[in-house]
């Protein structure tokens, strides 16, 4: 029997009408959401991206992207999987059968893939970060990252990426992790973990911000992070924000639908996804606070680029009092925040061969993690073995990460824009963001189908074309 078979509503409240495995509590719905939501995309990329883009002004097209374009994907993805109530896949073909808008779920399976290839390898890297900040912490200064000279924490990165087994060996542990909880189910795995680690991410991003604010000097950090300086901006780098705020917010390759088929009937997804997206701005922007002050205070650069949560953070760390132990936490958080992350992009996959191909889960589940491991061991190996497999200019792992983020998502989310504004009915549309007519918010659904008709598909279709050079 898989763990779908399961009734979940025992509380006598309407939820899905099928006995499938859901999310129980409205709380437990907003917790996985943000949990997907919130993941190496705040502590990694929105960082490193901000440091190499120009700081505020980046940081200002990617807010407005997320409020344009990624918040209304994010309703749109959650509608169709709660009225779909099945996988990504599923959702579509449920709602516009004998079409080819299932395409849509499809290609966001295969993104779903691209994403886990080069995300379980960071995860990785952040696990065994984890292990030699502690091992720093005992060995005091001569420890492999107390040192405040990033030269030599380059050394220890450069000896971790490069070492094509060890690299294989942490993603391996990394997609067992995932796959221990998944195979738990949606409501007792995703559920019951993220309610737990959530509340733990906030008070440590909130520990290690107040440290880095109370450093002399940090105010330089700030004044990156909130004045604006334009010159950086190109259509490139707006492509680049764009494609963050679907990163960011899971968007545009199903993981919401497929967390939206959980949502129970009672969900408010207007204010839950809104909500769910304030959380996830509120946490980029801790992590930013908390990294940037310190970077300046210790005259470090802040265009470091992805290296910086690896490199450039190990060093300002050891260049505080009580560092190293604020370096641990450091880590053990952006563990916690990648978790919740990389369970709902295996979700994906596991809940189509799940509900579609009708395997059992834990068929479903260790099929998808050797997948995984196959496609993302191209990822793992691009800075040894693979280091000069560079199709289209890119190493696999810079491709998958590039691909995913600049050019499926994206594409993706203009799909489901047009799905829900076009292909659906306005009454219909009515029906399931106000549940049915209990919420009164009428006026709210009138302007979220205009900016999903015409406003969200067009700004997302020209960024995409410019940012990639295609509008000459
Ligand atoms: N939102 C996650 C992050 O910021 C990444 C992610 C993308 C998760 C797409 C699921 C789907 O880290």
Redesign the pocket.
């Known amino acids: 029997m898989s763990s779908r078979d399961i009734s979940p509503a025992s509380d006598g409240e309407s939820a899905a009408p099928q006995a499938r495995d859901i999310f129980t509590t409205r709380l437990g719905v907003i917790a996985a959401t943000l949990g997907?939501?919130?993941?190496?995309?705040?502590i990694w990329?929105f960082p490193s991206m901000t440091g190499q883009n120009g700081g505020a002004a980046f940081v200002l097209v990617y807010v407005l992207a997320t409020l344009l374009v990624g918040l209304p994907v994010m309703i749109s993805e959650h509608a169709i999987g709660r009225r779909g109530r099945a996988d990504a896949i599923g959702s579509l073909r449920k709602l516009a059968p004998n079409t080819s808008w299932w395409l849509v779920g499809a290609i966001g399976v295969l993104a779903?893939f691209s994403?886990m290839a080069f995300?379980t390898e960071v995860a990785g890297w952040v696990f065994a970060y984890i292990a030699t900040a502690i091992g720093s912490m005992f060995q005091g200064a001569s420890g492999a990252l107390a040192s405040t000279d990033p030269t030599t924490t380059t050394a220890v990165f450069t000896k971790l990426v490069t070492n094509p087994w060890l690299s294989l060996m942490l993603q391996w542990v990394v997609l067992a992790w995932v796959g221990a909880i998944i195979l738990a189910g949606v409501s007792k795995g995703i559920e019951r973990m993220t309610k737990r680690l959530l509340p733990l991410l906030f008070v440590l991003l909130v520990v290690v911000g107040i440290r880095s604010l109370t450093l002399p000097g940090s105010g330089e950090g700030l004044r990156f992070l909130f004045r604006p300086d334009f010159s950086a901006i190109t259509p490139a780098v707006v492509l680049a924000a764009v494609g963050l705020s679907f990163?960011?917010?899971?968007v545009g390759?199903g993981?919401m639908i497929t967390y939206g088929s959980y949502f129970r009937e009672d969900q408010n997804i207007p204010a839950t996804a809104t909500r769910v997206m304030l959380a996830d701005l509120l946490v980029s922007m801790l992590a930013g606070i908390a990294i940037f002050p310190a970077v300046f205070a210790f005259g470090f650069e802040p265009t470091a680029g992805p290296s910086l949560l690896f490199i450039t953070i190990p060093a300002v760390f050891a260049s505080m009092p009580g560092g190293s132990f604020f370096l641990v936490l450091f880590f053990v958080l952006a563990a916690i925040?990648?978790t919740g992350?990389m369970l709902?992009?295996a979700e994906v996959p596991v809940a189509y061969l799940n509900e579609q191909l009708g395997w059992s889960r834990k068929k479903a589940t260790l099929a998808t993690m050797v997948l995984l491991a196959l496609v993302g061991s191209t990822a793992a190996l691009s800075n040894s073995v693979l280091a000069d497999f560079k199709p289209f200019g890119k190493t696999m792992f810079d491709l998958f990460d590039f691909g995913s983020s600049n050019v499926m998502?994206p594409i993706g989310g203009i799909f489901i824009c047009l799905f829900v504004g076009w292909r659906w009915s306005y009454p219909e549309l009515k029906k399931v963001l106000s549940n049915d007519g209990a919420l009164r918010n009428e006026r709210f659904i009138a302007a979220f189908r205009g900016v999903v008709k015409f406003v969200s598909p067009v700004a997302v279709l020209v960024v995409l074309l410019s940012g990639l050079g295609l509008l000459g």
């Open positions: 997907s939501a919130v993941g190496l995309g705040n990329k779903a994403i995300y990163f960011k917010l899971s390759m993981t925040a990648a992350a709902s992009l998502l």
